[in-house]
């Protein structure tokens, strides 16, 4: 599997085909029994995810996970946790959030439990953020989420797909992971059986008639 | 002539209970740390009290050592338990961690019973009471010395809470792997939270010592760590006033209630049950005991 700079790749897949351990392995949440992980030519397969943030990869889980007693700006803060408060960086990463996100700006001071479902996923994605990653890696982004806000959170994956950010995202909702992604891989059982373009993939029978409802 | 006696009797009394209650803050600040702060639950605390109040009575008993060294070293060498403890707890969670702390504490009161050189069963005598400049400390500036300390340990709770390390201490307790995605070094932001929590119950050991002038092991058994966790539990995890609050209430009771004295323990554990079943933040809490048993009981009962 690869992903080049820039790019917007989507592993679509039913339940239980690999694609949250796909995705956790390459955070370093799950250790890989097999194969390698490239970043940039540099192996990480073995390197602590600490120290892939710092190489600029970020993680967005599934189900959020925003830290529930903190506040909106605690959880930000420790999207950028690497970073001292002196740092400009960190500003850097609280102006780059607060401009694409407004909501989280006006709500700062709150716990992050008392946001609705499609605040705590801009929360989510704010926080992996912050420490200004090359690779975004999306884990089930429209979970728990209604239509609205699954759209609204792929509009702004999009919008920062398109200022430079390379993201990798896993996907139940087929539809909309291949319409946005540049290219995509299918993934069976812990197996890649499909990869190509978004158009192919969208044209591809077996996709349309398993994911893509008919 | 009686008169007086009994005033200063009282005097006394108060001011070992004043005492009593100071070290019982202590610990039950220096489990917030752990179980409060960072969300480690632990049974076995006081393992780390009586590793200090051993490490004080030896120093000053046989190695000669002034009181004012073996505080400070007291704290250390619980500290360094507790780092090793610490890193038990990189492999193992919640209940699976309460339950080797808790083991801990046995291994550790069986080693003072067993071995000779901690005086085995009859325990370490005759510990000196601290002295500065000559000045030999009775009870009034015992009492002066625990209270400093306790306020100290306050204020540094306090400081904690607002470093970058009582940040992650949070977040770690809100939710380890997000935490870990997040690039927080999860595993030693628990081995520091293990160090400080064990570190000040051993300073509090070491106070214990020097106060009480004889430990046995059966001092710091299994019973103390539940005694102390009830606390911190009923005056609420992961803030100070719960801690504090906690331990004033219920190291006050028994001195209040006399008659409950010798069903204190009954009461402790009964409490902790009952306050895991209605109200999991306690007091004046910001977080639940991570012991999931507890947790399904309610859940059994709907079911």
């Given at each position: 599997?690869?992903?080049?700079?820039?790019?917007?790749?989507?592993?679509?897949?039913?339940?239980?085909?690999?694609?949250?351990?796909?995705?956790?392995?390459?955070?370093?949440?799950?250790?890989?029994?097999?194969?390698?992980?490239?970043?940039?030519?540099?192996?990480?397969?073995?390197?602590?995810?600490?120290e892939?943030v710092?190489?600029g990869?970020?993680?967005?889980?599934?189900?959020?996970?925003?830290?529930?007693?903190?506040?909106?700006?605690?959880?930000?803060?420790?999207?950028?946790?690497?970073?001292?408060?002196?740092?400009?960086?960190?500003?850097?990463?609280?102006?780059?959030?607060?401009q694409?996100?407004?909501?989280?700006?006006?709500?700062?001071?709150?716990?992050?439990?008392?946001?609705s479902?499609?605040?705590?996923?801009?929360?989510?994605?704010?926080?992996?953020?912050?420490?200004?990653?090359r690779?975004?890696l999306?884990?089930?982004?429209s979970?728990?989420?209604?239509?609205?806000?699954?759209?609204?959170?792929?509009?702004?994956?999009?919008?920062?797909?398109?200022?430079?950010?390379?993201?990798?995202?896993?996907e139940?909702?087929?539809?909309?992971?291949?319409?946005?992604?540049?290219?995509?891989?299918?993934?069976?059982?812990?197996?890649l059986?499909?990869?190509g373009?978004?158009?192919?993939?969208?044209?591809?029978?077996?996709?349309?008639?398993?994911?893509?409802?008919? | 002539?009686?008169?007086?006696?009994?005033?200063?009797?009282?005097?006394?009394?108060?001011?070992?209970?004043?005492?009593?209650?100071?070290?019982?803050?202590?610990?039950?600040?220096?489990?917030?740390?752990?179980?409060?702060?960072?969300?480690?639950?632990?049974?076995?605390?006081?393992?780390?009290f009586?590793?200090?109040?051993?490490?004080?009575?030896?120093?000053?008993?046989?190695?000669?050592?002034?009181?004012?060294?073996?505080?400070?070293?007291?704290?250390?060498?619980?500290?360094?338990v507790?780092?090793?403890?610490?890193?038990?707890?990189?492999r193992v969670?919640?209940?699976?961690?309460?339950?080797?702390?808790?083991?801990?504490?046995?291994?550790?009161?069986?080693?003072?019973?067993?071995?000779?050189?901690?005086?085995?069963?009859l325990?370490?005598?005759?510990?000196p009471?601290?002295?500065?400049?000559?000045?030999?400390?009775?009870?009034?500036?015992?009492?002066?010395?625990?209270?400093?300390?306790t306020i100290?340990?306050?204020?540094?709770?306090?400081?904690?809470?607002?470093?970058?390390?009582?940040l992650?201490?949070r977040?770690?307790?809100?939710?380890e792997?997000?935490?870990?995605?997040?690039?927080?070094?999860?595993?030693?932001?628990?081995?520091?939270?293990?160090?400080?929590?064990?570190?000040?119950?051993?300073?509090?050991?070491?106070?214990?010592?020097?106060?009480?002038?004889?430990?046995?092991?059966?001092?710091?058994?299994?019973?103390?760590?539940?005694?102390?966790?009830?606390?911190?539990?009923?005056?609420?995890?992961?803030?100070?006033?719960?801690?504090?609050?906690?331990?004033?209430?219920?190291?006050?009771?028994?001195?209040?209630?006399?008659?409950?004295?010798?069903?204190?323990m009954?009461?402790?554990?009964?409490?902790?049950?009952?306050?895991?079943?209605?109200?999991?933040?306690?007091?004046?809490?910001?977080?639940?005991?991570?012991?999931?048993?507890?947790?399904?009981?309610?859940?059994?009962r709907?079911?």
């Amino acid at each position: 599997m690869r992903v080049e700079a820039g790019e917007w790749v989507s592993i679509i897949g039913a339940n239980g085909a690999g694609k949250t351990t796909t995705i956790k392995t390459i955070m370093g949440l799950v250790t890989a029994r097999r194969g390698k992980i490239l970043f940039n030519g540099r192996d990480i397969t073995n390197l602590p995810p600490w120290e892939r943030v710092e190489l600029g990869i970020s993680y967005v889980p599934e189900g959020r996970r925003i830290f529930p007693e903190l506040t909106v700006e605690e959880n930000l803060r420790l999207g950028a946790f690497r970073l001292t408060n002196r740092d400009p960086r960190l500003k850097e990463g609280f102006e780059r959030v607060y401009q694409l996100f407004p909501r989280l700006a006006e709500r700062r001071r709150q716990l992050g439990r008392t946001l609705s479902g499609g605040e705590q996923q801009m929360l989510a994605l704010g926080r992996a953020l912050m420490p200004g990653p090359r690779l975004l890696l999306i884990d089930e982004i429209s979970m728990g989420l209604m239509p609205l806000a699954v759209n609204q959170a792929f509009h702004s994956l999009w919008e920062l797909n398109r200022q430079g950010m390379t993201i990798l995202l896993v996907e139940q909702n087929a539809r909309k992971a291949i319409g946005y992604a540049t290219r995509g891989y299918v993934l069976e059982t812990g197996r890649l059986v499909l990869a190509g373009t978004a158009a192919e993939l969208a044209e591809n029978p077996r996709v349309r008639e398993a994911y893509l409802g008919g | 002539m009686p008169e007086r006696v009994v005033a200063e009797v009282s005097l006394y009394y108060y001011l070992v209970v004043g005492i009593t209650l100071g070290l019982y803050s202590l610990l039950s600040l220096s489990l917030n740390i752990i179980t409060g702060y960072a969300g480690q639950p632990t049974l076995g605390h006081a393992a780390f009290f009586g590793i200090g109040a051993y490490t004080s009575a030896l120093l000053t008993t046989r190695a000669g050592l002034n009181f004012w060294l073996a505080l400070p070293l007291s704290f250390l060498t619980a500290a360094l338990v507790g780092w090793v403890v610490g890193l038990a707890s990189l492999r193992v969670k919640e209940d699976f961690l309460a339950i080797t702390t808790m083991g801990i504490n046995f291994v550790v009161v069986s080693f003072f019973l067993y071995s000779p050189y901690f005086g085995g069963a009859l325990g370490l005598g005759n510990i000196p009471a601290p002295a500065l400049f000559g000045f030999n400390f009775d009870k009034t500036a015992y009492f002066g010395l625990v209270a400093v300390v306790t306020i100290t340990v306050v204020l540094f709770s306090r400081f904690l809470e607002k470093t970058w390390m009582g940040l992650a201490f949070r977040a770690l307790r809100d939710d380890e792997e997000a935490a870990l995605a997040n690039g927080i070094k999860v595993q030693a932001f628990k081995l520091w939270a293990f160090v400080l929590g064990t570190g000040l119950a051993g300073l509090a050991g070491s106070l214990y010592a020097h106060h009480i002038t004889f430990i046995s092991a059966g001092d710091f058994g299994f019973p103390l760590s539940i005694t102390v966790l009830a606390m911190a539990v009923f005056g609420g995890l992961g803030t100070v006033e719960g801690a504090l609050a906690g331990a004033l209430i219920l190291g006050l009771a028994p001195e209040v209630f006399r008659f409950l004295a010798d069903y204190r323990m009954l009461v402790y554990g009964g409490l902790l049950v009952v306050m895991m079943l209605f109200k999991p933040s306690g007091l004046l809490g910001r977080t639940e005991l991570k012991i999931n048993l507890f947790r399904r009981l309610p859940a059994r009962r709907r079911g």
